[in-house]
């Protein structure tokens, strides 16, 4: 393509630094964010919002009114990860409700974030590290986990009390129709521009919430006759992941289960340091961030990965603003980065060249210069 066919756009980002290596991994994906806005004419105007622990910190609660509002005004938000220990921070000390986790459930629900996306991917220049035996992996596997997001048991009311002098604790599972409607139309619109099947997956022989999933899914499924549409019950499904990845292409499912088995599938691939993900609502809007934590026992030591938050950069591009070259190019350059031998230390390997999270960055974002200029001579 040519660099005058390009649309020049106004990005307006909002960013959340967040905790633990949050604030080093979010400026290593500005940078490489930056060398994409220059190389394709466009400009990212960034605004800095305050989320989790950081909130906490200074405003003694985890989510503010102005961080709702400056994130509804942004286009897209970009996240670096929030939370610390829980066995040693003060954080943890506090009722639940104002702990960081509860910041981030809380900006999920207020900006209808209900369609979670993460991609669990096997890169073929890192297959070294995927605990799974070869006859297992067999050609790889690229899932894309459509987790709904703001309901179920996360979002349901629950109550600690003494019942007769005895401690009982009751959270609760619920979904209506339209919830499920929405989450699996996403899942299907996906799978469309995928490989073209559905795993939807429930508890449908034991909750019944799991029961309405499943026949909401169904009178989906029937709208999308191309798409091949199964069901799989949860511990089937978090067996058959490590049994035969392979066999997914879109795994649609309710939220805590969702939750569990994403984790699963990250690990599996053997570097979730490389895991993006996108939340989306029903408009273009979406929050970004990596599929990993905030791990605090490593922050400010220039050590991390920053590629998963990199890559959600990427997937921002590509959901939120449709730039898909742009976004094409950052996916590129961490493949080629990758192909050269450049490792952070999650991913090193033997013969391979060691860096630190900025020089990370900055390789990356070297390479989009050289990458874009391909493209665009
Ligand atoms: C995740 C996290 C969060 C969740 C926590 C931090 C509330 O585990 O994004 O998967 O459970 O959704
Ligand atoms: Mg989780």
Redesign the pocket.
């Known amino acids: 393509m040519k660099k005058g066919m390009v649309i020049k756009m106004e990005l307006k980002i909002g960013y959340i630094p967040g905790d633990g290596i949050g604030p080093e991994i979010i400026k290593e994906a500005k940078k490489v964010l930056d060398a994409v806005m220059k190389q394709y004419g466009h400009v990212a105007v960034y605004k800095e919002l305050v989320l989790g622990g950081a909130s906490i910190d200074a405003f003694g609660i985890p989510l503010t009114e102005e961080t709702i509002r400056e994130a509804k005004s942004s286009d897209a938000v970009l996240m670096g990860s ?2 610390g220990d829980a066995s040693t921070s003060p954080w943890y000390q506090l009722p639940p409700s104002l702990r960081p ?1 509860a910041g ?2 809380g900006i999920r629900k207020a900006l209808n974030l209900f369609a979670n996306l993460r991609p669990a991917v096997l890169y073929e220049e890192l297959a070294e590290s995927c605990p799974l035996k070869q006859e297992i992996i067999q050609d790889g596997f690229d899932i894309m986990i459509m987790r709904e ?1 703001t309901g179920g048991l ?1 979002f349901g009311e629950r109550k600690t009390s003494v019942e007769n002098g005895i401690r009982t604790a009751v959270d609760t599972l619920t979904y209506n129709e339209e919830e499920i409607r929405r989450i699996a139309i996403r899942a299907f619109d996906i799978a469309g521009k995928r490989n073209k099947k559905v795993t939807s997956v429930d508890k449908a022989n034991v909750l019944d919430s799991s029961r309405l999933w499943r026949s909401v899914v169904d009178e989906v499924a029937a709208t999308y006759p191309e798409i091949r549409c199964e069901h799989m019950l949860v511990d089937n499904c978090a067996m058959q992941l490590v049994r035969n990845p392979g066999q997914f292409d879109v795994i649609l499912t309710e ?1 805590m289960f969702g ?1 569990i088995l ?2 699963e599938a990250s690990m599996v691939t053997g570097s979730i340091g490389m895991l993006a993900s996108a939340s989306l609502n029903d408009s273009k809007f979406g929050l970004y961030e990596p ?1 990993h ?1 905030s791990a605090p026992d490593i922050a400010g030591m220039d050590i991390a990965n920053p590629i998963a938050t990199i890559l959600s950069a990427a997937m921002m591009l590509r959901f939120s603003f449709d730039l898909d070259l742009e976004a094409q190019t950052i996916e590129n350059a961490v493949k080629a980065v990758l192909k050269a031998g450049f490792r952070t230390k999650d991913i090193m390997s033997e013969g391979k060249t060691l860096v630190s999270c900025s020089e990370m960055g900055t390789i990356l974002a070297q390479t989009i210069e050289t990458i874009a200029m391909e493209v665009t001579i």
């Open positions: 929030i939370g986790e981030l459930l997001l996360y939220n939750d994403s984790d599929s934590g």
